[in-house]
């Protein structure tokens, strides 16, 4: 069974950046390549809520409004890992982030993951 383990978190100013990562381990190259890959955040009192997600193909990136333009994810399938790139951080992007892995096609629904890390503090103090 896959395992997901993030890491790169930390507290960081506002306006600075951060390189989240998460590891995969338990699983093929060619296993790995065939799940989606998403990113989710949970603030305190708050639900969990999507953040980005990638492909299989490593083409069709999707990104919440919220963090548009300021986060990036990707891939890579020989390393088994994913990365969530975030600029230009802000207070609200305070939160657990949490990788996570599906079969089949993408979704931006966190009950349809079917594997998830053990979460990466982000601190952004306002």
């Known amino acids: 069974q896959m395992q997901l383990a993030e890491s790169g978190g930390a507290s960081v100013q506002a306006g600075g950046s951060l390189r989240l990562s998460c590891t995969a381990s338990?699983?093929?190259?060619?296993?790995?390549?065939?799940?989606?890959l998403g990113w989710f955040r949970q603030g305190s009192g708050k639900e969990r809520e999507w953040v980005a997600l990638?492909?299989?193909?490593?083409?069709?990136?999707v990104y919440a409004d919220s963090v548009k333009g300021r986060f990036t994810i990707s891939r890579d399938n020989v390393k088994r890992m994913s990365y969530l790139e975030m600029n230009n951080l802000e207070p609200e992007d305070t939160a657990m982030y949490y990788c996570?892995?599906?079969?089949?096609?993408?979704?931006?629904?966190?009950?349809?993951?079917?594997?998830w890390g053990q979460g990466t503090q982000v601190t952004v103090p306002s």
């Open positions: 996570a892995a599906k079969t089949g096609s993408c979704s931006f629904i966190a009950r349809n993951y079917d594997y």
């Open positions: 338990r699983v093929s190259e060619f296993s790995y390549s065939e799940y989606c």
């Open positions: 990638i492909d299989t193909l490593n083409v069709n990136r």
